[in-house]
């Protein structure tokens, strides 16, 4: 099938150096883009199985000596010329050996009290959680339809734009370097319910689930997506808050351009020029008519 790229009149250089931009979740419309929801189920299980095990670990003196070390560094300058620091770990450490056995498990009662409340570490953990994921992966948005109003409006400049016609079929959206457990390319599923991370020890599962999910608002776009890991961009171009992450795809992989009903006519003499070289020889080229409300293709 063909997959569809709604494009700005200013993007020609898209087809001309054949690189696109496989965007950072955080960085698309949506904000829940890239922001993984874990479940209270999902949180509880990681700090039981992962946390607590290292925390138990820990000796309660180490804690306690890093606490009188930091303390160290904020005292007068005087007093630290008049005293190590050393010195004055040991000097405190005994003065509270009393007490280290309550100390030591109060500390070990804490971390089960947080492991027992583990549903208010959720946002928290979903912030690390999405900053691992918009790290690693890039999305380009596509749609199954060149004929949408609203994302000629939105995506298109107001028609002014064009639409890159894709093949689906194309190795370039099932890449050889590709070791996800998730189809790099898939048609989205819109629903209500924003989907959790419920299942520990599964993160590619539950980062396609939330890379193919979008609230059922958005649903008119008709969208299908395709990931590929940022670390193999071919050109990275830095900007804040997220680089540019380019992927040359082969001119095969394109089968036609659609030019917005309202897309200038120097504009058109350049991207037919790209066309009639020999790598865009197969590629068809139409334009967007306008009927009353009625929107059809027609060859340009």
């Not at 000596?65 to 005994?94: C, H, W």
């Not at 089960?112 to 918009?134: F, P, V, Y």
């Not at 629903?191 to 008119?220: H, I, Q, Y």
Request: glycine share 4%; with cysteine; hydrophobic share 40%.
């Amino acid at each position: 099938m063909t997959l569809y790229k709604y494009l700005h009149p200013d993007r020609i250089d898209v087809l001309a150096n054949r690189l696109i931009r496989f965007s950072q979740p955080a960085d698309l419309n949506d904000p829940h883009e890239g922001a993984p929801q874990a479940s209270s189920q999902f949180t509880h299980q990681l700090i039981n199985e992962e946390v607590i095990p290292i925390l138990d670990q820990l000796s309660a003196e180490d804690f306690v000596r890093d606490g009188f070390s930091l303390k160290y560094d904020q005292l007068p300058n005087l007093q630290r010329e008049a005293v190590s620091r050393q010195d004055f770990i040991e000097q405190n450490m005994t003065s509270i050996a009393h007490i280290m056995p309550d100390l030591r498990e109060f500390y070990v009662n804490q971390v089960k009290q947080h492991a027992d409340q583990a549903g208010k570490l959720k946002d928290e953990l979903s912030r690390i959680m999405s900053k691992s994921l918009n790290s690693k992966f890039g999305v380009l948005s596509l749609s199954e339809d060149p004929l949408l109003p609203l994302m000629w409006g939105h995506y298109a400049d107001g028609d002014r734009g064009f639409v890159i016609g894709f093949d689906s079929d194309s190795d370039f959206f099932n890449p050889d370097d590709w070791k996800s457990l998730s189809k790099p390319l898939q048609a989205m599923n819109y629903s209500d319910e924003k989907p959790e991370l419920a299942e520990r020890g599964k993160s590619e599962e539950n980062d396609s689930a939330m890379l193919f999910t979008k609230p059922a608002c958005w649903s008119g776009e008709r969208e299908w997506r395709a990931l590929r890991r940022l670390d193999g961009a071919t050109r990275v171009v830095a900007k804040s808050p997220y680089d540019i992450c380019l992927f040359s795809f082969p001119a095969s992989a394109v089968v036609e351009v659609v030019l917005g009903a309202r897309f200038e006519a120097e504009a058109e003499k350049h991207v037919r020029m790209l066309l009639q070289g020999p790598d865009f020889a197969h590629v068809r080229l139409r334009r967007v008519r306008l009927s009353g409300f009625n929107r059809s293709l027609e060859d340009a």
